[in-house]
């Protein structure tokens, strides 16, 4: 499956969660945005930096377009109280075409064939 995969799934993986590890392991070509490349580096813990962006670097890292902005908008407006970082990450899948993998199913209806809830995450 090609996928873009969300920031609450990546942290999850790095904290070590095995259902964060099973559902990446469903993907053949993972996809992150530029916005949850961003979470991740701005809250790494210290000393973690290098081997981070390494990790990151095995996925192909997807750039907010005026596409990806529009549709960004369609979804907030269409769903009212998502947030932005949550709004691009998710217009990015949904502009290349890539199943939306997210543990927050908060927004996700039964319409959204696109995207992949493996687990729904504790809230933090």
């Known amino acids: 499956m090609n996928a873009l995969i969300d920031t609450g799934l990546l942290l999850d993986y790095l904290r070590g969660e095995k259902r ?17 490349w961003l979470e991740l580096m701005a809250n790494c813990p210290a000393g973690l930096d290098e081997p981070t962006r390494g990790f990151l670097r095995s996925f192909e890292r997807l750039s907010v377009s005026e596409s990806i902005a529009d549709e960004a908008l369609r979804l907030m407006t269409a769903r009212r109280g998502l947030a932005l970082p949550h709004a691009l990450t998710w217009a990015s899948a949904n502009v290349n075409q890539l199943v939306y993998v997210t543990t927050d199913a908060r927004w996700v209806t039964k319409a959204d064939s696109n995207v992949l809830v493996p687990y729904r995450r504790a809230a933090t």
């Open 20 to 36: 964060a590890a099973t559902a990446m392991e469903a993907c053949t070509h993972r996809s992150i945005s530029v916005v949850t």
